[in-house]
């Protein structure tokens, strides 16, 4: 079993780093499709981060901690 522990990742955009033209953030606004939902529906969603855990795994790879095909 794989001792609890942690790493820093670089975040870019913590320090404002942005790899445009001109070195800012660029936002853009686009329209979401409605869903209409019948009484007693939910819409659900889940969030991707690194093929890490969150509500669904997306991957069996932790290429941060060298994992490959398990998640231990």
Known sequence: MRQPGGF???NPIRN???KTPDGRAHFT????ARIDLKPGQFLMMTMRSHDQFNT????LDDRYRGIHNGRG
């Not at 606004?29 to 979401?32: H, K, L, R, S, Y």
């Not at 669904?56 to 991957?59: A, K, L």
């Open 8 to 10: 820093h990742l670089p």
């Open 16 to 18: 404002r780093e942005f």
């Open 29 to 32: 606004v686009n329209e979401m």
């Open 56 to 59: 669904t795994i997306y991957g």
